[in-house]
């Protein structure tokens, strides 16, 4: 696509000494309303070099730029205050825009910015006999996102869950398993089952200390291989994941691989060999620690006196094993801000340990969600759990939609797909850091800045075009001779802007790691299509006038679907 922004800076060239194009192209901004234009250049730099007032710099350079080249290119180039302003020819950039997205269809706005570069989202990541809580889905919907976005960047990208199917805690399943569970109870409903004896678990440990040690004992059999407490195991870790399944499905979420905490178990020596190696083993009553003291942080416990293996001794085995079996060339770990400190220390231990390859790997963190009805507790058995939300959305949704009653057909299927977007576009509504409280009637909002309102949106883009006869979905394309006059007024023309940016929009949203850049760009896109669409007749008697603006609402169409899909939505073509 043409690069209008480049065009301003190649206009701009020459005319400016001591600025190569580079720096002028950084220095162009985009101005903060439409009468200033599609493009500014400040002049104040300039003022001290040229020994002139930045108004007066800017006044010349407008009227040096209005006859040439520009021409072709800009409807005019105004001075105002300190700025150059420049008025890209509307005709222009719509013609551009549009006739790319006809061209590219679901392939507008990727790019070849990732090719030959591997990339690792590991996501999601729950722990085995525990449940897919609400907590969960923020790392679940987030790092899907951020997974779509460097696929379609061109990255050879690589999913992997890391779950949480080791550790102490599974002794202490074991030991609660063994005194008061059943299998007939577990095989009905596993995690349920398993969280109960959980938490059992803990109400006994505290009239009964002992139990602890014993659940210490069974861990450290599990990880020498005992085959009793393996079998266990196993077979937790299995019923466990078929229901962490069912909640995949429903988001339509995909791994390509599961190799979680207990994949490393039996490369752990090696870690703890190379660290000693290092030099940065240390004995510390029993048990082995990473002092990190000099960077303002707590010790890193590596190895228990009883012998057994952490966390976070696995995360740096899994890096290391990451780092050897992929090559990434980043590893991007999708985790709660609550686990700052546990990434900053094994970075800096594994940076230690003369990886240079430490500075690719990324902890992309977020806040905390919590739902209205209040907080959550594993240990006390408080959860809500991620299924029962993405239920009740599905049901809720449904509800609104009879009620609407503009949807006669697929029913079932719309409301699975609005009520389960919802709750995605909620979680990537806003900067992944802040905390957020869970809102039924912010997340189901039809009217709002939603996932429903954005699906709506498309759903009307659609229906204009059926009604004109438009077969999209045959990959209809809307080409030949088009009037672009007909789309330049100020509704169309914002409307346009705002699609000729989406690709721009991704490449910043992945770079930042930030999906809720494109999820409030997308906002924009239906908020000004809906402008449009009040503001001026679509379908018109004149023949020359709908084909150009049904161009542009095919435009916006394809691009609200391309986006919605990047989010991790589908995009249902009536609700
Ligand atoms: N299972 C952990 C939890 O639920 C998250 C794992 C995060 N990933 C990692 N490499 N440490 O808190």
């Not at 030099?279 to 002092?291: F, K, M, N, R, Y």
């Amino acid at each position: 696509m043409i690069d209008f922004k480049e065009k301003v800076a190649g206009a701009l060239a020459g005319k400016i000494e001591g600025l190569s194009r580079e720096e002028i192209g950084q220095l162009i901004e985009l101005p903060p309303s439409p009468e200033m234009g599609d493009f500014a250049f400040p002049c104040f730099r300039l003022a001290k070099t040229m020994r002139k007032a930045p108004g007066l710099i800017a006044k010349e350079l407008a009227e040096s730029l209005g006859g040439e080249e520009g021409q072709s290119l800009f409807e005019r180039i105004e001075s105002k205050g300190g700025y150059v302003n420049f008025f890209i020819l509307r005709t222009a950039l719509t013609a551009e825009v549009l006739s790319q997205i006809q061209e590219q269809k679901e392939g507008f706005g990727r790019s070849r910015e990732g090719e030959g570069k591997k990339i690792i989202v590991e996501f999601s990541s729950p722990n085995i006999a525990k449940p897919f809580h609400i907590g969960h889905i923020r790392s679940t919907v987030i790092g899907n996102a951020i997974y779509k976005l460097y696929d379609f960047l061109g990255y050879d990208t690589i999913r992997i869950n890391h779950l949480g199917d080791y550790g102490t805690q599974f002794g202490k399943m074991i030991v609660a398993y063994r005194r008061w569970g059943s299998r007939e109870e577990v095989e009905k409903a596993p995690i349920k089952t398993l969280l109960g004896l959980y938490v059992k678990f803990h109400e006994e440990a505290e009239k009964e200390p002992s139990l602890e040690d014993e659940a210490r004992e069974v861990f450290k059999k599990l990880e020498e291989g005992s085959p009793e407490e393996q079998k266990l195991w196993q077979w937790f870790r299995e019923e466990s994941l078929k229901e962490f399944q069912r909640v995949y499905e429903m988001l339509d979420i995909s791994f390509d691989s599961y190799a979680g905490e207990s994949f490393y178990s039996d490369k752990m020596d090696r870690v703890t060999d190379m660290l000693k190696e290092k030099g940065l083993l240390q004995a510390s009553q029993g048990a082995e620690i990473v002092d990190l003291s000099q960077w303002g942080m707590s010790p890193a416990l590596i190895r228990k006196k009883d012998g057994s293996t952490l966390y976070i001794t696995r995360d740096i085995a899994a890096a290391i094993y990451r780092k050897e079996h992929y090559d990434f060339d980043k590893c991007i770990y999708v985790v709660a801000a609550q686990q700052n400190l546990h990434f900053q220390q094994w970075f800096k231990i594994i940076e230690l340990m003369g990886f240079d390859w430490a500075k690719d790997c990324v902890h992309v963190n977020f806040g905390l969600v919590s739902m209205e009805e209040g907080t959550m507790s594993t240990r006390k058995g408080k959860v809500i759990f991620l299924e029962d939300v993405l239920n009740r959305a599905v049901e809720k949704t449904e509800e609104i939609i009879r009620e609407k009653n503009v949807v006669k057909e697929n029913i079932e299927e719309i409301s699975k797909q609005v009520g389960i977007g919802a709750v995605i576009f909620q979680e990537l509504s806003n900067n992944r850091i802040k905390d957020y409280v869970f809102s039924w009637d912010k997340v189901l909002n039809f009217e709002g800045e939603t996932g429903p309102y954005v699906q709506y949106t498309h759903a009307r883009a659609c229906s204009v075009l059926k009604k004109a006869g438009v077969d999209y979905a045959a990959g209809q394309k809307l080409s030949g001779e088009v009037d672009m006059s007909y789309i330049t007024g100020e509704a169309a023309y914002q409307l346009t802007k705002l699609l000729y940016r989406f690709p721009e929009v991704i490449g910043e949203a992945a770079a930042k790691y930030e999906p809720s850049v494109l999820t409030r760009h997308i906002v924009d896109i239906a908020q000004a299509f809906n402008k449009f669409y009040h503001d001026e007749q679509i379908l018109s008697e004149r023949a020359e006038e709908q084909k150009a603006k049904l161009l542009l609402t095919d435009g916006v169409r394809q691009v609200l679907k391309n986006g919605l899909g990047l989010l991790g939505m589908k995009a249902p073509e009536s609700m």
